[in-house]
């Protein structure tokens, strides 16, 4: 190992450290859910894991989630348990053993630790540039006040895990590894399953034998689910699959395209409450065709790409239409752009640095609102992060438009029709 990998990773681990002690008294709202569901499971209540309220979409209203919550001394926020039960009952181990400030800390580092292999697998594949110190100090600093990444690590949310994993399994695709691309896209998919859209792109780009084995995969996953936790549970995940996919939400803190389009300011006082409300046809198809299209752009500029910046400015367009595009993208979703800033900033040109620093300022305060705690200002942007994952997308499908439309120009005068991905297909 060299010198400069010495260290970046010394670096890495002293972010990490510092910031698992800085947010080590979170109170870890989001992640009581997956807590108190798994110990619902050990104490044989598992009937009791998908419990909610009938209008408020954060609110469980349930006495089997208070009696246990006051059990264990968990004095929080109980949030409603919406992922697959296989995962609640495979954190048992973890769950019956731990309190829930040390599993919240333990999945804190557990998040940090992904965090770290998102910049270091962006870092190896497609920006070299900030492997300098110069570089990576800036962006570590500027990831601490990034506030989808403050939002996270304060409700100390388990989505940068899957992201990570998202990431990896489509970086093993692009190098031929089909079996590991999608087993690891099917694990992402089973707990957060906006994931599935991402087989699309690799229809597009021939990948057939990862999505074969994604296929397998999640056959094997509904198996052992069925299993263990049972049908009946199944059901009532499938049941909460249908509420949360019908859902509108207006919270200040749902950044998806269809929060923008429903809010208006009657639904002011609807900010901070999260009241669900329907969400109509239209919206959902137009929301679920941008999504479609934008994927299928993403694997078109990527089968056209003729180096590894623009492989992963295609493959940050599809994970930044998968998350703009869903009906709920809550304010932590929205660490999916740091790869793509990363990618913008790559290109070295002009347009596209100011693009990613727009990006940036609009998921900072004080033009973002601060979701600890939310104050509506005259200048906070309420669904900056939507906007700025706008930008994002504008942004990277004009630099890989402007790819094609320079390889065009060169077939036109009898160059090489085949790009990078020639090997691949």
Not at 60 to 70: E, T
Not at 76 to 102: D, E, K, M, R
Not at 322 to 335: C, E, K, M, Q, V
Not at 380 to 404: E, K, P, Q, Y
Request: aromatic fraction near 14%; include cysteine; proline fraction near 4%.
């Amino acid at each position: 190992m060299d010198r400069e990998v010495k260290f970046r990773f010394l670096t890495y681990f002293l972010f990490v450290l510092a910031c698992t002690f800085f947010y080590a008294a979170s109170p870890g709202d989001d992640l009581s859910s997956s807590y108190i569901g798994c110990l619902l499971i050990s104490q044989g209540n598992i009937e009791n894991l998908y419990d909610h309220h009938a209008q408020l979409f954060h609110v469980v209203d349930s006495r089997a989630w208070d009696a246990l919550a006051a059990q264990v001394g968990f004095s929080g926020f109980l949030h409603p348990y919406v992922q697959i039960p296989l995962w609640a009952w495979l954190l048992q181990p973890l769950c019956s053993t731990l309190s829930f400030n040390a599993f919240s800390i333990l999945f804190l580092a557990l998040n940090l630790l992904s965090l770290v292999i998102i910049l270091e697998l962006c870092l190896r594949c497609w920006t070299p540039g900030f492997k300098s110190f110069n570089w990576l100090i800036p962006l570590l600093g500027a990831i601490f006040v990034f506030v989808p990444f403050v939002y996270a690590m304060w409700l100390i949310q388990t989505h940068l895990i899957f992201l990570a994993i998202t990431m990896v399994g489509m970086l093993a695709a692009e190098h031929g590894r089909a079996r590991s691309a999608g087993v690891l896209l099917a694990v992402a998919a089973a707990v957060k399953l906006t994931p599935v859209f991402l087989l699309i792109y690799w229809m597009v780009k021939k990948r057939f034998l990862a999505i074969a084995w994604f296929l397998v995969s999640i056959g094997v996953v509904s198996l052992i689910t069925l299993a263990l936790p049972g049908i009946r549970v199944c059901q009532e995940f499938i049941d909460t699959l249908y509420r949360v996919s019908n859902t509108l939400l207006v919270s200040f803190n749902n950044q998806s395209l269809s929060a923008w389009w429903a809010y208006d300011v009657s639904f002011r006082g609807e900010l901070r409450n999260w009241r669900s409300f329907e969400l109509s046809s239209l919206m959902k198809m137009v929301s679920l065709i941008f999504l479609l299209l934008m994927v299928i752009l993403a694997s078109i500029f990527s089968r056209y790409a003729e180096n590894e910046l623009q492989q992963g400015a295609a493959i940050c367009l599809a994970l930044a239409s998968i998350t703009t595009f869903s009906p709920i993208a809550w304010t932590h979703y929205y660490l999916v752009l740091l790869p793509a800033i990363m990618v913008l900033v790559q290109t070295k040109q002009v347009f596209f640095i100011i693009s990613a620093g727009v990006v940036f300022l609009l998921n900072i305060e004080p033009l973002s609102v601060d979701p600890v705690v939310p104050m509506f200002t005259n200048i906070a942007i309420v669904r900056s992060h939507f906007f700025s994952a706008l930008i994002t997308m504008l942004s990277l499908t004009i630099f890989l438009g402007l790819n094609i439309s320079k390889k065009l120009s060169r077939l036109r005068m009898g160059g090489n029709p085949h790009g990078l991905d020639r090997g691949r297909l």
